[in-house]
């Protein structure tokens, strides 16, 4: 029996195009889960202070964003969250920041909660540089650090490559959208169905502040392979701290991940003389 090849490359191009269209109409539920508020609903947090806030990023676009207060600040996170909900449920992250005596800024993306406006990746990228904007017309560039947790981490990343802020903090980040799929159809050429890369390794090539990761080693859906790949791009600057056991949802909920926090925010910089280290010696030597 004879293989028809031109049989089974048509079928193999019809199959591409099939899924190829149908990452290109249906990726926008894939990666975005939101969460819409009516426009009345009231913000309320225990043992956090929030201001809420709406701007017109431009004609038909409102970002809206609350802004987490504590007395005498050293500084500002602007928290860029990941593709589900809205800041109704990822506002009680911001306790991880404030304790430590830092002010909040956490928006919501186009279509999120109380945001609207047609959702593209340039619009949402225009969208966080806004909010950024914003908060150096508060605080010096000195004095803000961003955080990106999951899908925010693209963003985050972008936003510390384009401005001078104090720090980089990236929370289970991904390496793309581009290789999320590929981890799912590797088999499939998906770029040119992609309508919602957001490249954070691309980013952080031209980040020239601390780059902090943390990830956690049993995350499932982003696994630490991807924090070790992003460590390796601006490794000079980066460090990457492993929450042991953590998966993607629930690092938050490992005490490790709030000592690291700790140690972040607290900058301890430790002069080590490396000539007086093991540094420079080697096993071949006698």
Same mark, same amino acid.
């Given at each position: ?25 249906? $990726?926008?539920?894939?990666?975005? $889960? ?10 309320? %947090? ?45 506002? *009680? ?24 406006? *047609? ?9 966080? $540089? ?8 508060? %605080?010096?560039?000195? *004095? ?5 947790? !999951? &899908? ?17 903090? &990236?929370?289970?980040? &991904? %390496? ?40 956690? !080693? ?34 938050? $909920? ?33």
């Amino acid at each position: 029996m004879k293989i028809d090849i031109y049989f089974i490359l048509t079928i193999a191009v019809t199959v591409i195009l099939i899924l190829g269209l149908l990452i290109y109409f249906f $990726q926008h539920k894939f990666f975005f $889960q939101p969460e819409k508020l009516a426009p009345d609903f009231k913000f309320a %947090y225990d043992n956090l202070k929030a201001e809420e806030k709406t701007v017109e990023t431009e004609p038909g676009a409102k970002i809206n964003y609350l802004h987490f207060l504590v007395d005498h600040p050293k500084g500002v996170v602007i928290y860029l969250k990941g593709n589900t909900k809205s800041i109704k449920g990822w506002g *009680k992250f911001a306790i991880d920041f404030t304790r430590l005596g830092y002010e909040v800024i956490m928006m919501d993306y186009r279509g999120f909660g109380k945001s609207t406006g *047609k959702r593209t990746v340039e619009a949402m990228k225009r969208d966080s $540089q806004f909010i950024y904007d914003i908060a150096k017309k508060e %605080y010096s560039e000195d *004095k803000i650090i961003v955080y990106g947790r !999951s &899908l925010g981490s693209g963003f985050a990343a972008r936003l510390a490559a384009k401005n001078n802020p104090r720090m980089l903090i &990236l929370t289970s980040p &991904l %390496y793309s959208l581009l290789r999320t799929i590929h981890r799912y159809l590797p088999f499939m050429p998906a770029k040119p169905f992609l309508r919602y890369n957001i490249p954070t390794f691309h980013y952080l090539k031209n980040v020239l502040c601390p780059i902090k990761i943390i990830h956690g !080693s049993d995350d499932n859906l982003v696994p630490i392979k991807t924090a070790i790949d992003l460590s390796e791009i601006n490794p000079k600057l980066t460090r990457l701290y492993v929450i042991l056991g953590a998966g993607h949802i629930n690092i938050h $909920q490992f005490e490790e991940y709030h000592r690291v926090m700790e140690e972040i925010f607290e900058e301890r910089k430790v002069f080590i003389d490396m000539d007086k280290t093991s540094m420079n010696e080697s096993h071949r030597k006698n």
